[in-house]
């Protein structure tokens, strides 16, 4: 009886050590991530809507976006699993510390595809057309580092690629905003991703490991501002064309003085602050998404 008590026990400690590496490889213990795909997805899904969407719709993109970020974060993982050992911010990350296998991890990002792939079943046909893309995409992302300097424009695609599909989920059409909405996106998008690979710079040149801010070199934090400039100029673009009111000009305020703390923030280039500076940007999402939500409220 001690012994089948003690084998069991052992048994599941295994099973808990397990089931926690894979939380860290989906990065369960960092949610940045996901805040950073769902406030774009959130602003797609209500300006599609006119206001509340449909609630179906709501609860698969929710979950859709949980989902398919972890499931590109094990992707991410074993596409990178050589380089991350050679970067100190990376190299404990199970994948590379040799706690799980590259199956292991393969196994959990196509489990979790298959479950976004059976909610967005859920949806209409376009949805599911785009969905299709979005999945080659998430493939296709991770390898962009060794082969382009501009993996940040990839991400902010891949990212964006929700806001067309809430949409076509919602009025199974994709308008003209909705691409505007993408592009925003995508410039939001390579000024977070760009301070955040700030962080890796020194490392990522040793490795060959490419990205924006090695391609910006010096000029990193000018043309992130400009960049940031034109994020907030492609969004008042979306404000007058769809007449939203004063809540949303005034979040683009706020959001602008964000993004001014984020300069100040990352001028010195030191990696804590840069990753302030990353991490800053969920706010900026949300008060943007508030502006929305207020402005149709």
Known sequence: MYKLLGSIKNSWSLICERLYQ???????NRPIGVFLLLWPTLWGLWI??????????????????????????????IADKRFDTFVIRTRTRPLAAGKITSIEALIVAIS?????????????????QLSLFAVILAGVYPFMKRYTYLPQFFLGLTFGWSIPMAFAA?????????????????LWSVVYDTIYAMIDREEDLKIGVKSTAILFDDADRVIIAIIQALVLLALIAVGRQLKLDYNYFISLIVAACFFFYQL?????????????A???NNWVGLTIFIGIFLSYF
Do not use: H
Request: charged letters at 10%; aromatic letters at 10%.
């Open 112 to 128: 979790l595809i298959f479950i976004a792939l059976l909610l967005v079943l859920t949806m209409n046909e376009l949805t599911i």
């Open 170 to 186: 919602q009025t199974n059409t994709v308008p003209k905003i909705a691409w505007l909405l993408l592009v925003t996106n995508i």
């Open 264 to 276: 100040r923030l990352i001028w010195n280039r030191e990696p804590q602050q840069c990753m302030r």
């Open 48 to 77: 599609a809507a006119e206001g509340f969407p449909n609630i179906n719709v709501f609860i698969v993109f929710v979950l859709g976006v949980f989902i398919m970020r972890s499931a590109g974060c094990a992707l991410n993982d």
């Open 278 to 280: 990353f991490i800053n």
């Open 22 to 28: 894979y939380a860290l490889l989906i990065r369960l």
